[in-house]
């Protein structure tokens, strides 16, 4: 994890399987001492630029900092920034310099991150959605709820009857979140997939970065438009719902719900990024297949993880005898 002092968080590729592994054990200690504060990130100022809609990303970001003692300063909106005036992100990157030490950005487009560094923005940059390009730190809280969950996939040799049958309800070449889970699955734990189905409308619901991870990790892939015929193979359902197109988001067909009625493995996990619409039932909620609402709560303590790495303060951060990290 020392590596990532200094440095930025852009795509899952910047990172390798055993600092996230690392990461994860840390957000596990933080998770312990939840309700203790800490001074960790004191006196480093953290800036959430959200140029588009977040509830969960934003507000767990600025929790996390928050927690750990960070000052925290705020575009919550972008319409809020001399960016809706015209000033390019270029010269916006410039000014953050100035104004903080660690920045979260999201953007609707996927050029964003290169244009916010055009000039000479050169503190740590953290991508908090670029278009539909990557949120990787939302697959770094998803691989974290996983293994929680199932923590014998952590493994590097799991047992063949522990690999994981994957099924990705959606079109991940547009939606950033299942994207980059499946990415991340693919570079850093293909030893845990036993196969990936991507249950789609779209013709074409992969593109050639995702092929080729999977195929370079000798994972199989399944495409079809057919859920309930494959759904009741499948251990891991990660369902989304949302896709952005061009600056408006389309919803997936009703066709694709996941619900109580849906025949699923009595131990499969349904995951999702949240926020939903009519895609995912309300009805799963109280049933050990909710495995989503693990990933909300354990994106804040993932956050706090990457944040101390990134700020340099992993040796501010340490577990108590009494669990306090700090």
């Known amino acids: 994890m020392y590596g990532l002092a200094g440095g930025s968080v852009l795509s899952v590729r910047e990172l390798t399987r055993s600092q996230l592994l690392a990461l994860f054990d840390l957000a596990s200690?933080?998770?312990?001492?939840?309700?203790?504060?800490?001074?960790?990130l004191s006196g480093v100022v953290v800036l959430t630029a959200f140029f588009e809609p977040s509830t969960r990303t934003r507000l767990s970001f600025e929790s996390a900092a928050?927690?750990?003692?960070?000052?925290?300063?705020?575009?919550?909106?972008?319409?809020?920034?001399?960016?809706?005036k015209g000033e390019s992100l270029a010269d916006t990157g410039v000014m953050l310099n100035s104004y903080a030490d660690v920045v979260v950005l999201r953007h609707?487009?996927?050029?964003?991150?290169?244009?916010i560094?055009?000039?000479q923005l050169n503190i740590p940059l953290i991508n908090g959605g670029n278009g539909c390009g990557e949120h990787p730190t939302q697959a770094m809280a998803d691989w974290y709820a996983l293994l929680r969950r199932r923590p014998e996939l952590r493994d590097a040799g799991p047992r063949p009857e522990w690999r994981i049958s994957l099924g990705l309800i959606g079109t991940p070449r547009r939606m950033r979140?299942?994207?980059?889970?499946?990415?991340m699955g693919a570079l850093h734990f293909p030893h845990v997939l036993r196969d990936v189905t991507v249950v789609s409308e779209d013709p074409h619901p992969l593109?050639?970065?995702?092929?080729t991870a999977l195929g370079d990790a000798s994972v199989p892939l399944v495409y079809t438009s057919d859920l309930r015929r494959h759904v009741t193979r499948f251990d891991v359902v990660y369902q989304n719902s949302l896709t952005l197109v061009g600056n408006t988001y389309e919803v997936l067909d009703a066709a694709f719900r996941v619900d109580g009625d849906t025949p699923l493995k009595p131990d499969?996990?349904?995951?999702?990024?949240?926020?939903?619409?009519?895609?995912?039932?309300?009805?799963l909620d109280r049933t050990p297949h909710n495995l989503y609402f693990g990933q909300a709560e354990g994106a804040v303590f993932v956050r706090q993880a990457l944040l101390l790495a990134v700020a340099g303060?992993?040796?501010?951060?340490?577990?108590?005898?009494?669990?306090?990290v700090g």
């Open 29 to 40: 200690e933080l998770a312990i001492g939840r309700r203790r504060a800490s001074q960790a």
């Open 66 to 84: 928050h927690r750990l003692g960070a000052a925290v300063i705020s575009l919550p909106d972008g319409r809020v920034s001399s960016v809706h």
């Open 108 to 115: 609707p487009s996927d050029a964003s991150l290169d244009e």
């Open 117 to 119: 560094r055009a000039t």
């Open 177 to 183: 979140a299942l994207r980059s889970f499946l990415l």
């Open 207 to 211: 593109d050639a970065e995702l092929e």
């Open 268 to 283: 499969a996990l349904v995951m999702h990024p949240l926020a939903r619409l009519e895609e995912l039932g309300a009805d």
């Open 313 to 324: 303060r992993l040796d501010r951060a340490r577990r108590s005898e009494h669990g306090e």
